[in-house]
């Protein structure tokens, strides 16, 4: 028997590079760890708006990802998730450009840099 993994589907940006090397969070004492950095100065801001954001690979070695919440899917471990019709319709150029800048405004509200460009992707969570 394998280990299972929860699978996150979402259009957006993923980096594969852990949160702290991501996170260039204070150092002064105010945060304990970069995940507590992610939380409170990106996930908080994009609490209430279509943005969903979290962190992939594992508990030990978070990755975050940072992802329109219309097209975040998640299989928890062990089961599975139907994907919804909406995913495999064809987005419009202009509101893709839309929601990429969504996307990029909160970025740069919290002083991080894109991985490259957004799109479709898929990764694991372990933890």
Same mark, same amino acid.
């Given at each position: 028997m394998g280990q299972s993994t929860d699978a996150i589907l979402a259009w957006g940006y993923c980096w594969d590079v852990d949160l702290s090397s991501v996170a260039f969070y204070a150092t002064d004492g105010e945060y304990d760890d970069a995940y507590d950095w992610w939380h409170e100065n990106v996930a908080e801001k994009a609490y209430g708006t279509d943005i969903e954001c979290g962190t992939h690979c594992s508990g030990e070695y978070p990755m975050p990802y940072i992802c329109l919440s219309s097209t975040y899917v998640r299989a928890w471990r062990g089961g599975h998730e139907d994907i919804p019709q909406r995913h495999f319709k064809v987005l419009? #150029? =202009?509101? &893709? #450009?839309?929601?990429?800048?969504? &996307? =990029? =405004?909160?970025?740069? !509200?919290?002083?991080? !840099? *894109? *991985?490259? !460009? *957004?799109?479709?992707? &898929?990764?694991?969570?372990?933890?």
């Open positions: 419009h #150029a =202009d509101v &893709l #450009a839309f929601q990429k800048k969504q &996307l =990029d =405004d909160l970025l740069k !509200e919290v002083g991080i !840099e *894109p *991985p490259g !460009e *957004p799109g479709w992707f &898929l990764c694991s969570n372990w933890g």
